[in-house]
């Protein structure tokens, strides 16, 4: 099928150039196959595969052209310019970026990031609408305080787009080494810069934690610890002296009228006499001591759970901080608008005295040509009327 579709094409014939729908049609019929055309075997079944896939390409292609008839060799043209065209965009792309990240100081990076933190929630929406609130939020407020020049929205989303690479990349390498150490001490790759950035993107690479999960260990050895020793701390566990298991005794055990032994080798002691006698043991003392133990037990459970609620009215506190911080950093921001609104109204009322007094001046000085030529007028007059006269 191939051979017949080249020999409908001329040779050396100047064909039609493709329109955008055969463009976007072709990466979508090689879509399916580019696990077999991007295959770099040279092999001969690799080969044969591959033509293979290109003659059904080039068949479903022509029937739904509208520039005309194409043979395998201009699709693969055309898909080889259409990769390049696509790899220069990307080089192209990475080179604006790097240039861009050259213009921004380390103060102006890191107060982008604080400003994209106090927006974090609008950001990283789907909502297109309070995405874009949010970077022109971000903009005037960094135009506002920066040093080095005034910037565009998608300056300002290239730099946070490239240092969210850079941190991620960094956070994975800290990782790594602090996985090698088993928690302990390693060499930190990352800066505060990349700091700042994971506070914002942390929903975004930290995953959640699921203890049935092949590598739940894996995941922070030292925060599985932790979870571990909070889980023994909730289980109240009552240790007893050399191993002795704890027997319900009753009352009536210990009275004076019973005739009932205590088995006392189940306690690995000797007791001096094993049979009770006129001089029993008084039963307010083995009451005292279950009081105790009972005492003891409601004492552990009340520590734990004023535990539990410290660390909730902590969290609660931090919370609260955090939603005080975000609402004092929108009030700044709202005063930082209203300074500039003030600043503005100023300076239109300035330059309007200013274009009033020119005015002025402009009026005094038409005034004295007017009176000079008055003036030259007269002398004019004068002097015609001497020679007159003369």
């Known amino acids: 099928m191939s051979n017949v579709n080249e020999s409908m094409v001329k040779k050396n014939s100047r064909t039609k150039n493709f329109d955008e729908r055969e463009k976007k049609m072709l990466i979508e019929l090689i879509n399916p196959y580019k696990h077999i055309i991007e ?7 690799s080969v044969k595969h591959k033509s293979k896939i290109w003659e059904n390409i080039v068949i479903e292609y022509n029937d739904q052209q509208t520039t005309g008839i194409r043979t395998a060799k201009q699709l693969k043209t055309l898909y080889d310019m259409a990769k390049r065209q696509a790899k220069k965009s990307i080089s192209d792309d990475k080179v604006l970026m790097y240039k861009i990240i050259k213009l921004f100081t380390d103060e102006e990076q890191s107060m982008v990031l604080d400003l994209v933190q106090s927006q974090r929630s609008s950001i990283l929406s789907g ?3 309070e995405k874009d609130e949010a970077w022109s939020n971000v903009l005037e407020t ?12 998608d300056e300002i989303k290239y730099l946070f787009e490239y240092l969210s690479k850079t941190a991620k990349s960094e956070n994975r390498n800290d990782k790594v080494e602090r996985f090698k150490t088993g928690g302990g001490q390693y060499k930190k790759s990352m800066n505060q810069l990349s700091e700042q950035v994971i ?4 929903d975004r690479i930290t995953p959640l934690v699921n203890e049935f999960d ?13 979870c571990g020793q909070n889980v023994q701390d909730d289980v109240e566990t009552i240790a007893f002296e050399d191993g002795v298991e704890e027997i319900d005794i009753t009352v009536d055990d210990l009275t004076h009228n019973s005739h009932k032994k205590v088995d006392w080798g189940i306690f690995n002691i000797e007791p ?14 083995n009451l005292s001591s279950n009081l105790k133990t009972k005492k003891d037990t409601a004492v552990k459970r009340s520590s734990s759970q004023k535990s539990i609620c410290d660390g909730l009215q902590e969290s609660a506190k931090k919370k609260i901080n955090k939603v005080c911080t975000q609402q004092k950093f929108s009030s700044d921001i709202q005063d930082i608008k209203i300074k500039k609104a003030m600043v503005e109204l100023e300076t239109a009322e300035t330059t309007l ?10 009026k005094l000085e038409l005034d004295s040509k007017t009176k000079q030529m008055k003036l030259q007028e007269d002398i ?9 006269e003369n």
């Not at 506070?199 to 942390?202: G, K, N, Q, R, Y």
């Open 272 to 285: 001096e006499t094993s049979t009770f006698n006129n001089s029993y043991q008084s039963p307010e003392i």
């Open 214 to 226: 092949d590598d739940y260990g894996y995941a922070d050895p030292i925060n599985a610890d932790r």
């Open 127 to 129: 909502n297109l609408f």
């Open 199 to 202: 506070a914002v993107i942390e």
């Open 39 to 45: 295959n770099i075997k040279t092999d001969s079944f």
């Open 380 to 388: 004019l007059n004068l002097q015609k009327q001497k020679l007159l």
């Open 353 to 362: 005295q200013i274009v009033k007094t020119e005015l002025a001046t402009k």
């Open 142 to 153: 960094f135009n506002l305080h920066q040093t080095s020049g005034v910037r565009t929205v």
